[in-house]
DNA sequence: CAGTATCCGACATGATACTG
DNA sequence: CAGTATCATGTCGGATACTG
């Protein structure tokens, strides 16, 4: 399994694999957007019940990274023209995409962080 | 698809599903170290070789994150008592396990980078 | 209700020079 | 060869106060 011939094949799928890696830790690395993308896993929801539903984010940092999630595409945003005012979040087709890929990524967490008693 | 009455039930496997993620994260992210992990699934590694695989890396920051894997379990490091010096780097199990997560997140990525064009 | 605006500190990373 | 040490910088996120 160690590397023969084929180096230069082995180093551009490395590096493919990185480009996606990074394009996607960019999407979903942030504080809050794993929470935020769980929580909208189950539905809308209204930005005050996300800030409740989130615990310990500010509305700065809930408002910033819900935008950073609509910028790629992953969030809807709907606002409604009412008095007061409301606004639901919801995912996108691309924004459920991901439910997968963070069951994987929080399942790899749950079973290892287990294993960690030793330290 | 709504919340029902197990508004707690919900919850708690968000919270379950962040911690994972958080460890995960904790782990994984970190600019270099998805590169020296994907670059290591194909075997062990001397830190030159590595250096010379990632391009851009910084000695400091190599050094650095091959540190913060090895402390996660991820990443052995073996010394040969030798001069010159000799340095190898591997995946332990826990590291090679992380292999499929890895790659759903680069294959999301590589998916669904392509499809924003339009921005 | 759903945000903005400002300020600030902590940390991640980079650049460069040096060493056993 | 395989690192350390030091300094500089930029981004992320927290705290707080204010608003249509």
């Given amino acids: 399994m160690r590397k ?9 799928s490395v590096i493919l694999r990185n480009c996606g890696m990074a394009y ?13 993308l769980f929580n909208l896993m189950d539905g809308k929801m209204r930005y005050n019940e ?3 539903a989130i ?5 700065r940092m809930l408002v910033a990274q819900l935008r950073e999630l609509e910028e790629a595409g992953l969030v809807k945003r709907i606002v409604y023209p009412e008095v007061p005012p409301r606004v639901e979040y919801e995912l996108t087709a691309l924004g459920r995409s991901t439910e997968d890929m963070l069951n994987s990524m929080s399942d790899w967490g749950n079973m290892h962080r287990e294993k960690k008693r030793g330290r």
Same sequence: chains 1, 2.
């Avoid at 023969?4 to 551009?12: G, K, V």
């Fill in 4 to 12: 023969q011939e084929s180096t230069n094949a082995l180093n551009e």
């Fill in 24 to 36: 996607t830790l960019s999407v979903i690395s942030g504080r809050w957007k794993p929470a935020i």
């Fill in 50 to 52: 996300l800030r409740r």
């Fill in 55 to 59: 615990d310990g984010v500010s509305e």
